[in-house]
C-alpha cells in the first residue's frame, strides 16, 4: 500500500491556491491549467479502478468550481493508488509532479 500523503498535501496546495486566486487570475488561465490537471488526475483514478472501461471526462463546472474539482479528482486517483494493486511509487511521483508543473503554470 503506497503512502499517498505527498500527494494530498500537494493537491491540497494547489487546490487552496485556487481557491485564494481573484477571478482575474482564473480567468486568466489558472482555471483552465486546474481544470486540465482535474481532467488528468480524474482519467488517472479511472484507469486504475475500471481498467476495462473507456474512462469519462470531468465536465467543465466553471472557475470558481475548479478548485473543488482539483480537490477531489486528486483525492480519488489517492485513493486508487492507496487501494489498486496496480499501482507504483512511480505513479504517485508523476500525479505529484503533474500538479506541481500545473500549479507552476498557472500561478
Given at each position: 500500500m503506497l503512502d499517498v500523503t505527498p500527494l494530498?498535501?500537494?493537491v491540497d496546495r494547489f487546490a487552496d491556491r485556487l481557491?485564494?486566486?481573484?477571478?482575474s487570475r482564473l480567468r486568466r488561465g489558472a482555471a483552465a491549467e486546474g481544470l486540465a490537471l482535474a481532467r488528468?488526475?480524474?482519467l488517472r483514478a479511472q484507469r486504475l479502478e475500471t481498467p476495462d472501461?473507456?474512462?469519462r471526462e470531468m465536465p467543465d463546472a466553471g472557475a470558481f468550481a475548479v478548485a473543488?474539482?482539483?480537490?477531489?479528482?486528486?483525492?480519488?486517483l489517492a485513493e486508487a493508488l492507496r487501494s489498486t494493486t496496480a499501482?507504483?511509487?512511480?505513479m504517485?511521483?508523476?500525479?505529484?509532479?503533474?500538479i506541481e508543473k500545473?500549479?507552476?503554470q498557472a500561478f
Open positions: 494530498l498535501a500537494a481557491r485564494a486566486a481573484p477571478e488528468e488526475l480524474s472501461h473507456e474512462p473543488d474539482q482539483v480537490s477531489v479528482a486528486g483525492r480519488d499501482a507504483s511509487p512511480e504517485l511521483d508523476e500525479a505529484v509532479g503533474l500545473a500549479a507552476q
